[in-house]
């Protein structure tokens, strides 16, 4: 059987805004980063780099590395770059034969930083480091080499670029300037470049050619007649084509007029490729500048647009594979269950894509936030109608998070007459953290009216030999076992019977609004008198009637509070039994 060397699938791995694509755009001339919402990458992107153009490049540079396996070029996965998009990753390292950890020199790794590391750990991807933004260090020449540079930015280079060593070295990898290391498999190479100046970016395509030939002499060989693997990176309608998917071909050969097993919503659809369009060599697939090229078959490893009947439900981020019925199990197991409802208070999510549903719903379950429903599509008037019923039990988690997919317009309607809050946004993690903000000030607010009409539990012991005046009002030292004494609190005995009301706190002769656990302080009490309703070393605490105790909200009490409240109940409790 036929084989050839496919290109390396290279995963482009780090934190936000660390300057991932801007070094493809320096490859490929383009302004795809200024495009994308908030200059983050929000989908996975696919760019091929033919060798000639790596050889172009790299120029003299390539004198240093033996070709000794041939390759078509390298092919790049421009991956999202926050925490959120573990899934993505996940999905783009398990394909990666090869990954660039990118790391803004500035910064330093980052936390999601860190969960990139992790990934490739878990897929054992030999990686790169690419120590970006050098041209933001104060003072640095273009293009000057880092020991010619004058000695304060080359002191300041350093400093930074050993805390990224140090960091690494924390994670369990040893690393250091690709210049120095001598065994590749056991050390991590850093390459410092611009995105902006392009300087570096000839040293790190060389550092991947070489990765290639020292790494992957099996990997890249692949049999061209094996029935063709890929993931759906997005689905879109194109005119004139109807709905198409936009795959990376990760493994043997697609035609025109394959049957193809397709990850969709419900279940998986078998069809037939109608047409195979390739985008030109060094364009990224989002966003193509030139036409696509309508060809006979493509093979690994490669980015194609892939059109056929019945893709309206299609799942980005869903395999694709060549074959018919028998694979349709295969491909609904791996799917897994994509799109759910469950019987749950919780939030109400809506996604344009499968990857941007799974990263959604993965974050709010590490942050402890249940979720009602997941499902891909534009919020509808059924999705407000759930959040509207768990808001009926928790206002906190009746709510819409969007991303990327608009509301329908009675849907608008519907969320503005029944105050039906939505976080919509392009940017996932924004989208997460005006939820937090929103919940942080809800509560808040919602304390502070509580407040208002809600007593605070509090438990204090009179304090023998401190009765100043036994009545009008009663004056004694008392000392707070638990809980806040406010002035104005109602107080009871612990035996139920209510005993007078809190006139005034003082301490040293300073008057005082609270006294919290552990003070001793001296209180006036109206309404009572000491040797009768209360006396010496009697236990008193704030009275809550029964009614008001069912209005606390568990959230907006601590530890001992939520003790103390039990213990006013049970008290109250006792006295009615």
Known sequence: MASHTREPIISVLGHVDHGKTSFLDYIRGSLVARREAGGITQHIGATDVPFEVVQSICGSLMDNVKVTLPIRGLLFIDTPGHEAFTTLRRRGGSVAD??????????????QTVESIQILRQFKTPFVVAATKVDKINGWRPNVKIDEQIDRVKDDFYKKFYTIVAQLSEHGFNSDLYLNIKDFSREVAIVPLSGITGEGIPELLLMLVGLSQHFLQKELSIEIKTPGKGTILEVKEERGLGTTIDVILYDGIIKRGDSIVVGARGKPVVTKVKALLRPHSMDEMRDPKEKFKN??????????????????????????????????????AELGEIEFKKDINGVIVKADTLGSLEAIVKILTDLSIPVRQGAIGKVSKQDLIEASTVKQFNKYLGVIMAFNTPMLDESEEYARANDIKVFGSNIIYKI????????????????????????RPAKFRILPGYVFRQSKPAIVGVEILDGTLYVNSRLMRFDGKVAGRLKSIQQEKENLQKADAGMKVAVSIDDVTLGRQLSENDIVYTFIPLDEIARFKPDDLSEAELKLIREIKDIQRGKHD
Not at 98 to 111: W, Y
Not at 299 to 313: D, N, R, S, T
Not at 435 to 445: D, F, G, L, M, N
Request: glycine residues 8%.
């Open 432 to 455: 997460i953290e005006d939820y937090q903000a929103w919940v942080k000030e809800t509560r808040e607010s919602d304390k502070k009216e509580r407040d208002k009409v809600l007593s």
């Open 98 to 111: 090869l990954a660039v950890l990118v790391v803004d020199i500035n910064e330093g790794v980052q936390p």
């Open 295 to 332: 060809v006979n078959e493509v093979y690994a490893a490669f980015g194609v647009k892939i059109a056929a009947p019945g893709l309206e439900h299609a799942l980005a981020g869903a395999p694709v594979y060549v074959g018919g019925e028998e694979l349709v199990e295969q491909v609904q």
